[in-house]
């Protein structure tokens, strides 16, 4: 099982969140990733989102996002993503559960199992679903519901090796899942920062950036096998 954040794709060019630089510096949560902010000015709800988009266009998985994909070669590979690109799946991992939705989808206003592929130059005002209401990015914004959690914590109770990569583990309900791992079962997290968590006694902690600490250890798994 591999839990992923922001700081798995930083080395294929797309900003964390929360680090120095990162994207709450430069906008603000309530101005473009709540849904009042959706309804107070979607235009901006919509410029943000779209210049994400336009950057996972042109950015490329990194060594990282590569090696979890070799790791099928030899183990059943689960990946559960806070992320919101797409590099999982263009490095060629099967199973993939993104639990904040997807930057190359939109949705509709009014039912959010009306799912389309995002244009390719973005979404705009007046863009419209098959009832004829406003698209949406297919983004869960915070105060929204995460529908994908009782999937994800289920997958998590099923873990023998938990991989966490690349996540601060400050927003819930996500952050919750790795206290689903079953006692015993090994937690790895692989992050440059510190842990600031008592309960990672129990992780091993691989201090460093993804696209270098996930081959070596996807390497070394390998050679378990
Ligand atoms: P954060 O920005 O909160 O955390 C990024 C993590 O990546 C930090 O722990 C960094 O130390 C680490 N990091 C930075 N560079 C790295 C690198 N090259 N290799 C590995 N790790 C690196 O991002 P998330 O934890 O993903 O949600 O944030 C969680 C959620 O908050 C996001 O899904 C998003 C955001 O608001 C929504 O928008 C709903």
Known sequence: MVFT?????????LKTFRDSGGLWEDHRIDDVATPEAWKRNPEMVLRFYNERYRQL???EPNGAHLALAK??????????????DDLHERA???NILHLHGELTKCRSNLDENVIYPMPPSGLQIGDLCKFGSQLRPHIVWFGEPVPAMIQAEKLVAEADLLI???TSLIVYPAAGLVFQAKPGVEIIIADPG?????LWDRAKHIRGNAATTIPILVEELLNKA
């Open 5 to 13: 954040g922001a700081g798995m794709s930083a080395e294929s060019g």
């Open 57 to 59: 266009r042109q950015a």
């Open 71 to 84: 790791l099928e070669a030899a183990y059943n590979v689960q990946i559960i993503t806070q992320n919101v």
């Open 92 to 94: 060629g991992s099967c």
């Open 164 to 166: 966490v990569i690349g």
């Open 194 to 198: 510190e842990l600031n968590y008592t």
